[in-house]
């Protein structure tokens, strides 16, 4: 539950921040307020994760904080510190535009790797692995045929897409 409130702030800062990518005027100023807020309340959020995971689960604890596993794991905490203050200091800082989005894209990706470090190789802890969640293998074969032709198209769509509404938005201009 509080993974999903976490998301939900993730997801909303990575709106926030898209829209001071692509924004200026009074809406690029609110949203570059917005995200203060909610860069505050994400890596709050990763903190108490952070914190609560360990202390649930005594093989999570064991996997981040003893030696020499500490020291190959440290860095994404250190990441998340670092990613968030420099996020703060772009927010502050009207001539950093994409940084922000490009920042909180890094923070998703640094609570992701943490939770995935911490239960690996469980995907419902602490009972259930990723092989036994797995479907059988022949619908994993198909899924990957289907998976190999659809992602290009996907990619090719979606970069088409950035290309065409590349660039800020004015209050007196329009995509159309």
């Not at 990518?21 to 009074?26: D, I, L, N, R, Y």
Request: overall charge positive.
């Amino acid at each position: 539950l509080f993974c999903g409130l976490g998301l939900i702030v993730a997801y909303a800062l990575l709106g926030a921040t898209w829209l001071v990518m692509k924004s200026e005027g009074a809406l690029f100023e609110a949203m570059r307020r917005a995200a203060k807020g909610l860069l505050l309340a994400l890596l709050l959020t990763i903190a108490l994760i952070s914190l609560w995971t360990p202390l649930s689960y005594p093989a999570i604890a064991s996997r981040w904080f003893s030696l020499p596993n500490l020291f190959f794991l440290l860095p994404v905490p250190l990441l998340v510190v670092l990613f968030g203050r420099w996020q703060w200091r772009s927010l502050n800082d009207t001539g950093h535009h994409a940084v922000p989005f490009l920042l909180t894209l890094g923070l998703i990706f640094l609570g992701f790797s943490g939770l995935g470090i911490s239960i690996w190789p469980h995907i419902i802890p602490p009972e259930i692995t990723l092989w036994q969640a797995a479907a059988p293998q022949q619908s994993l074969s198909f899924m990957l045929v289907g998976a190999l032709l659809i992602i290009p198209v996907i990619l090719g769509y979606t970069g088409w897409s950035y290309y065409v509404f590349r660039g800020k938005i004015r209050h007196d201009e329009g995509y159309h």
